[in-house]
Nanobody
Framework: QVHVMESGGGLVQAGGSLRLSCTADVWTFDDYAMGWFRQTPGKEREGVGCFSGRKGSTYYPNSLKGRFTISLDKAKNTVYLQMNSLTPEDTAIYYC????????????????????WGQGTQVTVSS
């Protein structure tokens, strides 16, 4: 069992930035993939970024490339999601998830390959 917890959500104006944090009680991120997802009522869950611990690579959907960035602080067992140029369409509950399969497969963005999830953190972008 891996415990995952997000923090850093809040209210931000359009055009602003926000950094979300995700802590996971893992020995090393090298053995995990870490994913960031978001969901709004009535919409399917959307993957916004994935980090492959084995490859040390990050992956993003084309629609978010350049605005969202994943980074790690291994000493703190923390994964960050930096979000820039936010718009009201980015309003959602954001989730962090961990997978013991340390790669971001082609289907990572659906989230089904991630068994360990945090409780989510609300991000609201005002216009």
């Amino acid at each position: 069992q891996v415990h995952v917890m997000e923090s850093g959500g809040g209210l931000v104006q359009a055009g602003g930035s926000l950094r979300l944090s995700c802590t996971a009680d893992v020995w090393t991120f090298d053995d995990y993939a870490m994913g960031w997802f978001r969901q709004t009522p009535g919409k399917e869950r959307e993957g916004v970024g994935c980090f492959s611990g084995r490859k040390g690579s990050t992956y993003y959907p084309n629609s978010l490339k350049g605005r969202f960035t994943i980074s790690l602080d291994k000493a703190k067992n923390t994964v960050y999601l930096q979000m820039n140029s936010l718009t009201p369409e980015d309003t959602a509950i954001y989730y962090c998830a961990a997978s013991g399969y340390p790669y971001c497969s082609d289907s990572w963005s659906g989230g089904s390959l991630f068994p360990y999830w945090g409780q989510g953190t609300q991000v609201t972008v005002s216009s």
